[in-house]
């Protein structure tokens, strides 16, 4: 299903890139790294992702560790997604990655 089920890697950056590719992967990140979200909430901060999508690439972060998913015993189900502790430590590169974009704009013309 996922590149990311092969996490043994030799090099680090490797195993990085293998993480965190995907087209969706940086920008629920992005997102996670704000606040815990709900599906819904990502789905709609997602406007072009499909449902399959979003579920796949959720999923595929979630078995590399990087995000959790907590499900709530109500009805209908509620499910909220949030960074774990390795997730993080992605914050500051998250961050750079923001910056570099803001700087890289600014400087095209």
Do not use: H
């Not at 680090?12 to 629920?28: A, C, E, V």
């Not at 993080?88 to 998250?94: D, F, G, T």
């Not at 990655?97 to 890289?104: L, P």
Request: aromatic letters at 10%; one cysteine or more.
């Amino acid at each position: 299903m996922s590149k990311t089920f092969n996490l043994d890697n030799n090099c680090p950056m490797d195993l990085t890139i293998n993480i965190l590719s995907g087209k969706w992967k940086l920008s629920i990140l992005w997102i996670l790294s704000k606040k815990i979200t709900r599906f819904n909430e990502l789905q709609r901060s997602l406007p072009n992702i499909t449902q399959k999508t979003l579920t796949m690439q959720l999923r595929e972060l979630e078995v590399a560790k990087i995000i959790y998913r907590k499900v709530y015993a109500e009805v209908p189900p509620k499910v909220e997604y949030g960074l774990t502790s390795i997730g993080e430590n992605l914050k500051p590169v998250l961050n750079e990655m923001c910056n570099f974009g803001k700087y890289y704009s600014e400087n095209l013309s």
